[in-house]
C-alpha cells in the first residue's frame, strides 16, 4: 500500500468519517446478501418441497446441520487466514464463492445436488462474518463500534425482508430456481465492488496503543497469534464462552422458528406468497432491524457504567418475547399470527449486537476475527446447526398424530429453550459484574 493510501485509512479510521461510514455501508450490504442467499432456502421452502418431494425432516438438516457444518468449521481456516492477510481480499472471493453456490441451488434438479450447494453456499459465507467485524472494529473507535456494529447487524433483517420480499415475488411470477439464480449474479457483481472500493484498514488503527501486557497465551508473529494460543484464550475465557453458550441458545430458537416461519405460515396458516412477499418481508425487515439497532444503541449507552448490560439486554428482551412467541404459534388466522409476530421479531435479536460487541471489545486487536470467528463456530453450532434440524425432525415426529399441525406443536416445543437462554444470559452478567468489581479493587493497586 502507499503512504498516500495509509495515511486516508488513518483519517477515516481514526475519525471515524465519510469514508468509514462507506465501508460500513458496503459491508452490510455484502452481510445482506449472506443472509438473503442463506435465507432464500426457508422462504421458498413450500414451492421446493412440491417439486422436489423434500420432507421437513430433509428441509431442517439442509438448512440446519448440513449448512452449519461447512460454515462453521471453515470458518475458523478463513479467520486465521484473514488475520494474516488482506480481510478486503478473503472477504470479497468469499461473496464471489457464496453467490455462485447460490446459482447452483436454482440449478439443482434433487435432493442430493441441493445438499451438495447448501453445503458450498455454507463454504463461501464462512469467509463473510468474521472479517467484516474485524475490519469494522478498526474503522470505528470503541465508543461507537457497539453503534457501528448494531447497523451492520441490520444485515441479517435486511437480507431476510428483501429475501422474502424478492424472493416470494419472484418465484410467485416465475419458479423458486428463477430466485437463487437472479440473486446468486447480484452477489457476484457485490464482490467485485468490494474489492474495487473498500481499503484494508491498519490493524488496531482506533484502538489505544497496546503493550505487552494485553497480549495473552501466545507470542505476536508478525502482529498475529497463532490459532492455537487464540482458541485456548477464547475456551480459557469463561465470559467469552459463556457468551457463546448464550448466544448459540438464543440461535436454537431464532434459527429454528426462522427456517421454518414462512413453511408454516403458508402450510398451517393459510398464506399465500404474494402475502408472504408483503407483509412478512415488511415484519421482518422493520422488526428485526429495529432491535438490532436498538440493542446496538443500549450497549454503547449502559455498559459504560456497567458490562453486565451486555447479558441483561438479551436476557430481558428474551423474557419479553415468550409470550407474543406463544401467541404467534396459537393464533387461528395469518393475520392474528403476524401481529404476535411482532414482539418476537424485534425482541429476539436484542442478543447479536450486544455479544458481537462484547466479544470484540474483550479481545486484542490482531485477535478479533479468530475470536468472532471461535464465537459464530460455537453458537452457530449449537443454533444454526441444531435448531432447524430440531424442529423439522419434531415436526415429522409430531405429524404422525397430529397431521394438520406439526409445525405448531414443533413450534410449541421451543419455548422451553428461550428459558435456557435467559438463563445463560443471567449468569453471564452476574459473571460480568462480579468481573467488574475484581478489576475496580485492582485499579487503585496500579496508580503509582
Avoid at 459491508?27 to 421452502?45: E, G, K, P
Avoid at 457485490?190 to 474495487?196: E, T
Avoid at 411482532?342 to 466479544?359: D, E, Q
Wanted: glycine share 10%.
Amino acid at each position: 500500500m502507499t503512504s498516500h493510501g495509509a495515511d486516508h485509512q488513518a483519517g477515516g479510521t481514526a475519525a471515524g468519517g465519510r469514508y468509514a461510514w462507506i465501508v460500513l455501508s458496503i459491508l452490510c450490504f455484502v452481510y445482506v446478501l449472506n443472509f438473503l442467499d442463506r435465507q432464500l432456502l426457508s422462504i421458498l421452502a413450500k414451492p421446493i418441497q412440491d417439486e422436489l418431494g423434500v420432507s421437513d425432516s430433509q428441509l431442517g438438516r439442509l438448512g440446519g446441520l448440513y449448512f452449519a457444518l461447512f460454515y462453521c468449521t471453515i470458518s475458523i481456516p478463513v479467520a486465521w487466514l484473514a488475520d494474516r492477510t488482506n480481510r478486503v481480499r478473503v472477504l470479497s472471493i468469499a461473496c464471489a464463492l457464496w453467490s455462485a453456490a447460490t446459482i447452483a441451488c436454482g440449478l439443482s434438479n434433487s435432493y442430493t445436488q441441493l445438499v451438495v450447494a447448501r453445503m458450498a453456499v455454507g463454504i463461501g459465507e464462512a469467509g463473510g462474518v468474521p472479517p467484516s467485524y474485524s475490519i469494522i472494529s478498526d474503522y470505528f473507535a470503541r465508543d461507537r463500534r457497539g453503534r457501528a456494529l448494531g447497523i451492520f447487524n441490520l444485515g441479517p433483517p435486511i437480507g431476510q425482508a428483501l429475501g422474502v420480499a424478492f424472493g416470494a415475488t419472484i418465484a410467485a411470477r416465475y419458479d423458486w430456481r428463477a430466485a437463487f439464480v437472479a440473486l446468486g449474479v447480484v452477489g457476484v457483481i457485490a464482490a467485485a465492488l468490494v474489492l474495487a472500493i473498500v481499503r484494508e484498514p491498519k490493524r488496531g488503527a482506533t484502538d489505544p496503543v497496546e503493550t505487552a501486557s494485553t497480549i495473552e497465551n501466545g507470542a505476536m508473529e508478525n502482529g498475529t497469534i497463532g490459532f492455537g494460543p487464540a482458541a485456548k484464550a477464547f475456551v480459557a475465557n469463561p465470559v467469552l464462552m459463556l457468551a457463546a453458550l448464550a448466544a448459540g441458545a438464543t440461535q436454537f430458537v431464532t434459527y429454528g422458528s426462522l427456517n421454518f416461519t414462512t413453511l408454516f405460515l403458508m402450510r398451517e396458516k393459510g398464506m399465500t406468497l404474494a402475502e408472504i412477499a408483503v407483509w412478512y418481508a415488511l415484519l421482518l425487515g422493520i422488526g428485526v432491524s429495529a432491535g438490532i439497532y436498538f440493542s446496538g444503541w443500549l450497549v454503547d449507552r449502559l455498559t459504560g457504567k456497567s458490562r453486565s448490560a451486555y447479558a441483561l439486554i438479551p436476557a430481558v428482551g428474551l423474557a419479553l418475547a415468550v409470550p407474543p412467541f406463544i401467541g404467534f404459534v396459537h393464533a387461528p388466522t395469518w393475520s392474528v399470527a403476524m401481529l404476535f409476530l411482532i414482539g418476537p421479531t424485534l425482541l429476539n435479536y436484542f442478543y447479536l449486537s450486544p455479544m458481537v460487541a462484547l466479544v470484540q471489545n474483550s479481545v486484542a486487536a490482531h485477535q478479533r476475527t479468530l475470536s468472532g470467528a471461535i464465537s459464530l463456530l460455537i453458537a452457530n453450532l449449537i443454533g444454526l446447526g441444531l435448531g432447524p434440524t430440531y424442529v423439522g425432525a419434531a415436526s415429522d415426529w409430531f405429524r404422525v398424530a397430529h397431521p394438520d399441525s406439526p409445525l405448531q406443536l414443533a413450534f410449541y416445543s421451543l419455548v422451553p429453550f428461550y428459558f435456557v437462554a435467559i438463563v445463560l444470559f443471567l449468569m453471564l452478567a452476574r459473571m460480568l459484574r462480579r468481573e467488574d468489581r475484581r478489576l475496580q479493587r485492582q485499579e487503585p493497586r496500579s496508580v503509582t
